[in-house]
């Protein structure tokens, strides 16, 4: 397709998906996951991010996204004999001594930490293979295992310097992900520095620690924390504003930080420049709070008219007789039901707001915010085949690392 914009000029990023389309498709989802007994979440999964590349499109095209649902079936099956194994383990560790089983499953979360690095950069490696524009394919080289190791590095010196080295760890792993990235034969390559992040973070880390000890002193001296008897209620409250303002805190800084990296990704002579408002990411928490809030209402007032029911008999004499009721409530099929249907739509609601308002704004934050410059030089880019020796994602379904 020919370029409509000349030389150098910036190309908008545009997402046209809505949230309505997106929670339609969801719902459908989860309507099928309980009769296949979550077998349908890999088909789930695969049509929401067909919805998310598909209605983002740079310079007028959209991505495409090729990966199926079978893919992403055999290799959590072959994820499996990695864990089934581990599970054993786990249980075996659980009939020794107290001193054993502590060292044990120290071990083993290290050794999931660790693997969850790896798992992290394979999903991205078969995401990229399976993520095409203008009929080319995307591409991650490097090593999985490399690049666990050197994560795992990093999170040992976190701890070490109690999360002072993060501008570097950031920068480094960004830099390792990009720089071993491809659009067809042409490689990527990265100009960020911890340099853009260290401002930003250790002005953030001190605000967060005088918060952080303002909140404590008062809370402790409000009696929130006493050494006997009953805490007082009140005390709380500093506490919860010093954990609200340093939540604040933080996404302000993630949004410095996806806009100094993101906007540091070259391809060739094309590069992209994101901006991210912190109050619109903000502004997308708020939001998913609020329908959490709504959603737990309804699901509470389902809840009151099933206990209602419940209840009935117990006010069969005129006044309500506490045995007859409980009673009831014991022995009552519709309070069994309730309580499994009740579990599964409370699961279901967090998880669905938080697509709805915390996922999907990340993604469209992320789309519009980008501007792309220089996307002509991108026309005699040559393609490469897909990486049919990916199964699926593997660990990464297994593990839970979270991505699109």
């Known amino acids: 397709m020919a370029m409509q914009h000349g030389p150098g000029r910036p190309v908008p990023v545009v997402f046209t998906g809505t949230r309505r389309e997106l929670g339609g498709l969801l719902l459908r989802g ?18 929401r991010r067909r919805f998310y590349w598909g209605n983002t499109e740079i310079d007028g095209d959209s ?4 990966g199926n649902a079978m893919q992403l079936l055999v290799g959590f099956v072959m994820a499996l004999a990695v864990f089934l194994p581990l599970y054993g383990l786990l249980f075996y560790l659980s009939t020794q001594s107290s001193e054993a089983a502590i060292i044990g499953y120290s071990g083993i979360g290290a050794a999931l930490w660790f693997m969850m690095g790896y798992a992290i950069y394979r999903a991205r490696d078969f995401r990229l293979s399976r993520t095409l524009w203008r009929g080319i394919r995307f591409d991650q080289t490097g090593n999985g295992w490399a690049y666990a190791a050197r994560r795992f590095g990093w999170s ?43 401002g930003p973070f250790y002005l953030t880390y001190a ?25 007082n209620p009140l005390g709380y409250i500093p506490l919860a504003i010093a954990a609200l303002l340093i939540a604040l805190l933080a996404l ?10 993101y906007s540091s990704v070259r391809l060739g002579n094309a590069h992209v420049t994101v901006k991210v408002s912190a109050r619109a990411l903000i502004w997308q928490y708020v939001l998913c709070g609020l329908a959490l809030i709504g959603a737990f209402l309804l699901l509470a007032i389902g809840g009151l008219v099933v206990l209602g029911i419940v209840a009935s008999e117990a006010f069969a004499g005129g006044g309500f007789d506490l045995d007859i009721f409980f009673h009831q409530m014991q022995g009552s099929v519709i309070v069994l ?8 739509l409370i699961l279901a609601a967090f998880t669905l707001m938080r697509e709805l ?22 026309s005699g880019v040559a393609a490469r085949p897909e990486d049919r020796a990916l199964a699926g994602e593997g660990l990464a379904d297994a593990l839970n690392v979270e991505a699109y």
């Open 30 to 47: 989860y309507g099928l996951l309980v009769p296949s007994i979550g077998l349908y979440r890999f088909w789930l999964l695969t049509w």
């Open 252 to 261: 302000r800084y993630q949004a410095r930080e996806l806009s100094a990296m």
């Open 63 to 66: 991505l495409e996204y090729t």
């Open 207 to 231: 605000a967060a620690l005088i918060i952080g000890g303002i909140g404590l002193v008062t809370g402790v001296e409000m009696g929130a924390l006493p050494e006997g008897g009953n805490a």
């Open 156 to 198: 040992l010196l976190m701890i070490a310097t109690a999360g002072l080295i993060y501008p570097f760890m950031a920068a480094n792993l960004w830099r390792y992900r990009h720089v071993h990235s491809w659009f067809g034969d042409l490689r990527f390559s990265f100009t960020g520095s911890w340099k853009q992040l260290a």
């Open 357 to 378: 308002f915390v996922s999907l704004g990340y993604w469209r934050l992320i789309a519009t915010g980008a501007i792309v410059t220089g996307a002509e030089s991108l």
């Open 337 to 344: 039901a309730a309580i499994i249907l009740g579990y599964l």
